[in-house]
T-cell receptor, first 115, second 116 residues
Framework: AQTVTQSQPEMSVQEAETVTLSCTYD???????LFWYKQPPSRQMILVIR??????QNATENRFSVNFQKAAKSFSLKISDSQLGDAAMYFC????????????FGPGTRLSVLP | DAGVIQSPRHEVTEMGQEVTLRCKPI?????LFWYRQTMMRGLELLIY????????DSGMPEDRFSAKMPNASFSTLKIQPSEPRDSAVYFC??????????????FGPGTRLLVL
């Protein structure tokens, strides 16, 4: 069974600085998708960024980018120019492309942004 | 599009009562998911549907939980009888197999359930 690990329960970053959140996963599949979701205090789950495993190029969405290392099964999220609104729980998620559409979520990392 | 809609947003009930949570997926999406989030267990998939048919309900905790999807635009998650340990935030999410975008799941705002 697939598993997703986020080894940093909590992180903090100074406003305008850069922070990297770690995610590793375990799978025997070769075709899959990876996601980062953000959950602010409102509890709404918001998609931040997604990556297809077959693509070597790292995904980028404005200030958010990933470092996808397929061989190492690592999928870290980099937030540049951190803003107060980035403070939230961040969940890494995995979805296989071979069957169904169920996701496996990591336990989350709580990010604090310090003014 | 209005996104995934859930109701109610908050529910407080007493132990033993029946609770019904409702979800309207994004129009055109053919997959619907029910999740439960607690501090202890994180985000857990309870059940998901494809074209209104339940595909995997292995995450449903016990017989007190049931889910239905009578049509493409509506699903319910029912707990009967409810217990204090069912207190959690319940999320509904939907996705489209024809999306071509990695079938991203889009989440509703959640229902915060408190069972006293």
């Amino acid at each position: 069974a697939q598993t997703v690990t986020q080894s940093q329960p909590e992180m903090s970053v100074q406003e305008a600085e850069t922070v990297t959140l770690s995610c590793t996963y375990d799978t025997s599949e070769s075709d899959y998708y990876l996601f980062w979701y953000k959950q602010p205090p409102s509890r709404q789950m918001i998609l931040v960024i997604r990556q297809e495993a077959y693509k070597q190029q790292n995904a980028t969405e404005n200030r958010f980018s990933v470092n996808f290392q397929k061989a190492a099964k690592s999928f870290s999220l980099k937030i540049s120019d951190s803003q107060l609104g980035d403070a939230a729980m961040y969940f890494c998620a995995y979805r296989t492309n071979n069957y169904g559409q169920n996701f496996v979520f990591g336990p989350g990392t709580r990010l604090s942004v310090l003014p | 599009d209005a996104g995934v809609i859930q109701s109610p947003r908050h529910e407080v009930t007493e132990m033993g009562q029946e609770v019904t949570l409702r979800c309207k997926p994004i129009s055109g999406h053919d997959y619907l998911f029910w999740y439960r989030q607690t501090m202890m267990r994180g985000l857990e998939l309870l059940i998901y549907f494809n074209n209104n048919v339940p595909i995997d309900d292995s995450g449903m905790p016990e017989d007190r939980f049931s889910a239905k999807m009578p049509n493409a635009s509506f699903s319910t998650l029912k707990i009967q009888p409810s217990e204090p340990r069912d207190s959690a935030v319940y999320f509904c999410a939907s996705s489209s197999s024809g999306q071509g975008l990695g079938e991203t799941q889009y989440f509703g705002p959640g229902t915060r359930l408190l069972v006293l």
